[in-house]
């Protein structure tokens, strides 16, 4: 695991908002002075089945259109962890309390990071959104991720699923 993004923006009090731009040592635009972290839920089902919980993000959002995470910017001195679970109860009506971290992959591209939290669910409930920043949720089979015939998915998450795929 790699260690929490410095913040590429002036720093503000414990808990600052992380929204706002920010560029790696890449020469990136990312979204998150802070870094940012989302929210990946599975389930498997009885036949063995892998589940992955999508967001459909609203056209006006970056990348809008396409398929994700949950997720977003994390606020000064919030752990990946928080900000993916407090990303996603910003963004659905998912409840995030009961889960438990399974795994994690971060996407470090130096000085800016984006941390992918594991969290595995007993039942592949129907998720409701709650804001703007969703057209809708839904499950797909992870085994259509990535392929012609699932869905289009948001160019960093297209980057980070083969990594994240097997955890």
């Given at each position: 695991?790699?260690?929490?993004?410095?913040?590429?923006?002036?720093?503000?009090?414990?808990?600052?908002?992380?929204?706002?731009?920010?560029?790696?040592?890449?020469?990136?635009?990312?979204?998150?002075?802070?870094?940012?972290?989302?929210?990946?839920?599975?389930?498997?089902?009885?036949?063995?089945?892998?589940?992955?919980?999508?967001?459909?993000?609203?056209?006006?959002?970056?990348?809008?259109g396409t398929w994700?995470?949950?997720?977003?910017?994390?606020?000064?001195?919030?752990?990946?962890?928080?900000?993916?679970?407090?990303?996603?109860?910003?963004?659905?009506?998912?409840?995030?309390?009961?889960?438990?971290?399974?795994?994690?992959?971060?996407?470090?591209?130096?000085?800016?990071?984006?941390?992918?939290?594991?969290?595995?669910?007993?039942?592949a409930l129907p998720?409701?959104?709650?804001?703007?920043?969703?057209?809708?949720?839904?499950?797909?089979?992870?085994?259509?991720?990535?392929?012609?015939?699932?869905?289009?998915?948001?160019?960093?998450?297209?980057?980070?699923?083969?990594?994240?795929?097997?955890?």
């Open positions: 695991m790699t260690a929490a993004p410095q913040p590429l923006g002036s720093s503000g009090p414990l808990g600052s908002s992380g929204d706002g731009w920010a560029f790696c040592s890449q020469g990136h635009k990312h979204w998150g002075i802070y870094g940012a972290a989302g929210l990946l839920v599975r389930h498997r089902t009885t036949d063995g089945t892998d589940l992955v919980l999508l967001q459909h993000r609203a056209l006006w959002s970056h990348h809008g994700g995470i949950p997720g977003g910017a994390r606020h000064l001195g919030e752990s990946a962890g928080e900000a993916a679970r407090r990303e996603a109860a910003e963004e659905s009506e998912l409840e995030t309390a009961p889960m438990s971290e399974i795994d994690c992959y971060v996407d470090d591209h130096g000085g800016w990071s984006y941390t992918t939290i594991v969290v595995y669910v007993d039942e998720v409701a959104i709650r804001g703007g920043e969703s057209v809708e949720f839904e499950w797909f089979p992870a085994a259509s991720l990535g392929t012609a015939d699932g869905p289009v998915l948001h160019p960093g998450f297209a980057d980070t699923w083969p990594h994240v795929s097997t955890l």
